[in-house]
């Protein structure tokens, strides 16, 4: 390997962790937001639905950190594909309807969406554990 081959993965690898600790702190944000929508689910009210709806804002916050970081590090090795799936959708309508009209279909509703964006997040990070694990192999 080259000193330049080298420098870009030694640049490769700092972007790759540094997208790993931006998704596992938006894996915790998301298991907050996730136990909030389990507690409103079964015995909240208007109250645990608007925490429930900060804690989504502060893992939307999360996801767009590790889909900046995840961009970085894809630029970093150019091979790296799928990380639009990183996106959490729950919508202005259902974050209304659900504080509103506080019911189990709407918390339902919320909850799967919580519960897909857990997925997509565990998904990246294995993603990227992977690569990060290849790339500490390469020769020096």
């Known amino acids: 390997m080259t000193p330049g081959q080298q420098r870009e993965a030694d640049e490769a690898v700092v972007a790759g962790r540094r997208a790993l600790a931006s998704l596992e702190e938006a894996e915790d944000a998301l298991e907050s937001a996730s136990n909030w929508g389990a507690f409103d ?6 109250i645990s639905s608007v925490i429930k709806h900060v804690r989504l804002g502060g893992a939307r916050e999360a996801l767009e950190r590790a889909r900046d970081d995840l961009y970085a590090f894809t630029r970093e090795l150019r091979d790296v594909s799928d990380i639009e799936v990183l996106r959490m959708d729950v919508g202005a309508l259902a974050t209304t309807l659900d504080v509103l009209f506080d019911n189990v279909f709407v918390d339902l509703y919320v ?3 919580i519960d897909d964006a857990r997925d997509n997040v565990a998904a990246a990070i294995r993603a990227t554990r992977v ?5 500490e192999e390469t020769p020096r």
């Open 131 to 135: 690569v990060l694990a290849r790339l």
């Open 41 to 46: 689910l079964f015995l909240g009210g208007a």
């Open 111 to 113: 909850q799967k969406k």
